[in-house]
């Protein structure tokens, strides 16, 4: 609702304005409940008409403090990062890459940190749940949480990623974006966060 409101704020005006002067001294009937109602409803109806709807904050509590760590199945653990251990080689342009895990990694939209990019510029974010501490996870609520583990990727780089999520095997010359930079950027940066793996590079 948050991410929601504030990208309707940028087009509906009436989203920005504060409550009339006295709202709240009031003790009779006001007209705020039929206001209250009418902004709910073009709220519903941007939310009908297809808009996207972005819960970063929800997805980063998800995959930080309420996801379990990946276990079944899983290689051998680094037990000094507790990260899954990686391809012997990094990915380079002619390499064929494979998605790991994709239950525990989720892909999201949210604007960049203020301080960072104060235009409220949008960004890619991938969280997961391979570095969770499985002894201590959800052992109790009381407990300091972790920061969760992901990365952050220009909103440029979403057809990408959605093609890597999509697809068994992919060659990261095929990867849609502009440059083979950025390909293989996005292929090393999954590949050291341990997302994704070299199946196989050709000479």
Known sequence: MPALLHDS???????????????????GPTNAG??????????????EGGCQLRSCEMLRDFMGNRLPPYMKDSPPLNKEKGS???SVSPPNLNSTIRLQYQDYAAITVDQAPKMLDPTDELVIYVFHALNNNRKSHMVSDTEERSPVSGLRFPLSYMNALKAIWEKKLLLVKDLPLEGDHD????????WTEGLIENVHTEG
């Open 9 to 27: 704020a940028k087009e509906k005006v009436d989203l920005r304005k504060g409550i009339p002067l006295q709202q709240l001294l009031c003790l």
């Open 34 to 47: 039929s206001t209250l109602a009418g902004l709910l409803k073009d709220l519903a109806n941007r939310i």
């Open 84 to 86: 899954t251990m990686k």
């Open 183 to 190: 390909k293989v950027n996005l292929a090393i940066s999954l």
